[in-house]
Structure formats: C-alpha cells, structure tokens
C-alpha cells in the first residue's frame, strides 16, 4: 500500500518546516537544464464560456511569434513551450516563466518582444504586465 | 527601434554577473501561484520518427491519470499541466518539476504515484527516475 502522508500534508502542502527540507534538498540537485523555461497557455474552451480562454485571445499565435523570435535572437538555453490551462483564464492570455515563477499577462508581439528582452534577456521584470498572486481563482 | 542586447548577451544568456543580479531581481518576486507546478510532455509525432515522442510512450494517459490523483490527494497548490515537445523526447516520457527544475522520466502509473507522494508530497526525489541534465540532446 502506498503511504501518501496524512492528511494535512495532503491539503496543506508545505509547511515551513517542509519548505526548509526542500530548500536544502534543493541545493543538491543538478543544474537547471534550460535557464529560462516559459509556458504559454494555449487553453481552448468553446465560445461564450464563462471564464474564457487564452487560445480565444490569440495565444497560440502569440506563442508561435514568442519561439520564433527566440530562435532569431540565438536563446539557445531557453525553452518557449505550450501548456494546456493554466487555470488563471480571465486573466488570459497568461504565460509563465520558471524557474522564477514569474506570470505575464500579455496581448501583442509588442509586449512579447519586452518580456524577451527585459525578462528573458536582461533578467528584469515588465511591471506593466506581471500577474500578481492573488489575481484569478482561488485554489 | 527595440534593444535586444549585443550578441554574447543574446547567444550565452546568462553570465555570472547576470545570474547575480537575477537572484537579487528574484528575491523581490511574489510568492509563487503554485507550490509545484508539473508539466507532462505531451508532443505527438508521425509514427517510426526517429525521436520518437512522448505521445507515443502513453504520456497523455498518464498525465490524465496524475492529474486525477492530484484531485484525489487534495493537492490544492499543485498544478498538473500537459505542455507542448520538452525536447529530451528519446528520454520519454518526460516530466519537468518547478520551481525546482527537476526531470522525470516515467513509463507507468506506479511511477506517477511515487513522484507525488516522494517529490510532490514529500519534497524528495525519485532517484530511479530522474533525468540529468547531460542526457539529451544538445541545446
């Protein structure tokens, strides 16, 4: 029988003590094997849903733009990928970037293009598009 | 006219000094939306390619399958997400971790379960399973 842990390690995940371990189980791990590792959801839901969807809002073009513009720019460690939903859809279309976890809203080439050079490139931040925490859905 | 950084910036992405400073960038980041967020490649490719593709090897199946267990255990800070081609495709099935960064290769349900309970749940690693960062293709 599997031994999945109590209950409270279950529904409330890391506690500080758990974060701690983590941390220092962390520090042996292998290097990371993209430096920049970004997810663009590409989530589709039909027409007219509630929540909307980033695939609604042009995603996938944007995605497709965000990859092909990594490629012109030489970003050899950085991975631009797809993702199914993000679950942050309202907000859409939401990308994020990890190992940060840093999460962008964005609508346009434009704002690609500042997430690449400011985020990716310069290792900032584009203030105007983050997403904050406790923006979208409850867990 | 957009900066995109001269060209060691743009084809060695991050230099020390780089990383440096992203670290101290980082620190002032919000907490993280999800505690763990997972991404099962899901990429399909024709059959007999040579890369093969995770796809192929049932990922899709098992993603669903990690997905639902998730649900089951109450993990409500955790994200379980299909995403597009991750690229060490001969390794596949492959499933990378964040913010920890960390790969798995796995080939069945018994696989999923100890990385949930081991590395989800328990902030360890599933030696058996992880991938190193030398295996794979070069970036």
């Given at each position: 029988m599997t031994d999945w842990g109590n209950d409270s390690s279950s529904t409330s995940l890391r506690s500080s003590a758990e974060a701690a371990d983590k941390e220092s189980t962390r520090s042996g791990d292998f290097a990371l094997y993209y430096d920049a590792h970004v997810f663009c959801c590409v989530n589709e839901r039909p027409?007219?849903?509630?929540?909307?969807?980033c695939s609604g809002k042009g995603s996938r073009q944007l995605c497709d733009y965000m990859c092909r513009k990594a490629m012109v720019l030489g970003l050899r460690r950085v991975r631009i990928n797809q993702s199914g939903c993000l679950n942050r859809c309202e907000l859409g279309p939401t990308m994020v970037i990890y190992p940060e976890g840093v999460w962008y809203s964005y609508s346009c080439e434009a704002d690609i293009d500042e997430i690449l050079r400011?985020?990716?490139?310069?290792?900032?931040?584009v203030e105007r598009l983050l997403l904050h925490p406790d923006e979208g859905p409850r867990h």
């Open positions: 027409p007219k849903h509630r929540r909307g969807c400011c985020h990716v490139i310069g290792g900032g931040r």
